[in-house]
């Protein structure tokens, strides 16, 4: 379990190359000290776009300075306040000394152990290496807090439909979660059109709803339900995670919510299960399908009108999205693990999209545990522009975190 977010952004490290400075002693450097004496520790990570282009890309990073410390030979307490990350050129000049990040500690007897989260700002193409060095020191030193621009931001105990829930508000959009129904029962874009609309009652028009609605009969992962639990285990500027189990003990699932998408983690399940997108694309008022101008796409290219029902594995690599006629925004939702799982769309009663991942009428496929799924929007339903934000949201990074590195003794 994941304790609340430490997160800060850095204060001026660098006035000149990097390399320039590592391991020399003030009176070996000219001008400004360069290597700050209070940030005696840094290690270096680079992160590949792995073959696409990303944009506004999170970076995650599992990291455990306890043992960072003993690579350096200095077994001594670690300190979250002193975390700075400062991004460089591969020569090592310094780009951005404000980098800004978050890092979510592990609860246990490790206190350095923990998940860093740090952003790819604009758009990085495709099989690019972006180079960061993240510099941390011992309780001892003296180090400020500067503030963080939050890009996703956490309300507790809000009442959304009648259930407590977690308000989450991100770049693009605003999500509700029920706490005891562990799912989501809306999903507002940023022109206030809730794409999901769930309401207590009225079957279809309402209390069918929901993301990602993975348990029928047993009622797991669907708003308005109340088998549940959910807690907050990470809150900061990058991300808020919530971690959900049943009360039955046999699912448990975790969100994290991003700035422009939310990954969800079945961790959990009873097998077999679905993944299901029940709503309203384009949230049409009156909370109806557009049946005559909404439309599905999936991965291959294939497009069907909302009114047409479907049926079939969706192939490597499996997602898809849906539109509506009032907006050119979509709403899309990834299977990381491809599946010869069936996957089926039909339209209910004019009134919500029934999208199954592993769904075929009431029979479910996806028995994988864990598995991944993403949600989010794309402003533009044109294949080629969907296609590059789905695939920049979900696919993997390259990280790679080398060996950690120490200013000389005589230097602190």
């Not at 996703?152 to 829930?165: G, H, P, R, W, Y």
Request: proline share 7%; aromatic share 12%; hydrophobic share 35%.
């Amino acid at each position: 379990m994941r304790s609340r977010s430490v997160c800060f952004g850095p204060q001026n490290l660098f006035s000149r190359k990097v390399s320039e400075v590592v391991g020399k002693r003030p009176e070996e450097i000219e001008g400004d000290r360069g290597w700050n004496t209070a940030w005696p520790f840094r290690l270096p990570i680079k992160v590949n776009t792995a073959g696409y282009e990303r944009i506004n890309k999170p970076v995650e990073v599992d990291l455990d300075f306890a043992q960072l410390r003993k690579t350096l030979g200095r077994n001594v307490a670690f300190s979250p306040a002193s975390i700075r990350l400062v991004e460089t050129d591969n020569r090592g000049t310094a780009l951005d000394e404000q980098v800004a990040f978050q890092f979510d500690p592990i609860a246990g007897d490790n206190p350095g152990e923990g998940i860093l989260t740090f952003m790819l700002n604009g758009i990085t193409p495709a099989n690019a290496t972006r180079h960061f060095y993240l510099y941390f020191g011992s309780p001892t030193g003296d180090y400020s807090s500067p503030a963080v621009r939050p890009q996703v931001s956490l309300t507790d105990n809000v009442i959304d439909e009648e259930q407590e829930s977690f308000k989450v508000v991100t770049q693009n959009a605003t999500y509700f979660y029920h706490k005891r129904g562990a799912g989501f029962s809306s999903m507002v874009d940023i022109d206030g059109q809730d794409w999901l609309g769930y309401h207590p009652g009225g079957g279809s028009a309402g209390e069918y709803r929901g993301i990602p609605n993975m348990g029928h009969p047993e009622g797991y992962c669907h708003p308005g339900m109340t088998v549940s639990r959910s807690q907050i285990i990470g809150a900061g500027p990058l991300k808020v995670s919530i971690l959900s189990r049943s009360n039955d003990g046999k699912m448990a699932c975790r969100w994290d919510i991003f700035p422009h998408y939310a990954r969800l983690t079945v961790l959990k399940m009873r097998t077999p299960y679905w993944f299901l997108y029940e709503g309203t694309p384009g949230g049409n008022p009156g909370g109806r399908l557009d049946e005559e101008h909404g439309y599905c796409v999936r991965s291959t290219g294939a497009q069907t009108p909302l009114a047409q029902k479907w049926e079939g594995a969706i192939p490597a690599p499996e997602w898809l999205y849906f539109g509506a006629g009032n907006t050119k925004r979509v709403i899309y939702l990834v299977h990381h693990e491809a599946d010869d799982a069936i996957d089926s769309y039909w339209p209910m009663e004019n009134n919500m999209t029934v999208f199954g991942f592993g769904r075929l009428g009431l029979a479910k496929f996806m028995d994988q545990v864990p598995a991944h799924f993403t949600i989010g929007f794309a402003e533009d339903g044109d294949f080629a522009a969907a296609a590059r934000v789905i695939e920049s949201a979900y696919r993997e990074l390259i990280v790679t975190v080398r060996t950690p590195e120490q200013a000389s003794s005589e230097y602190f």
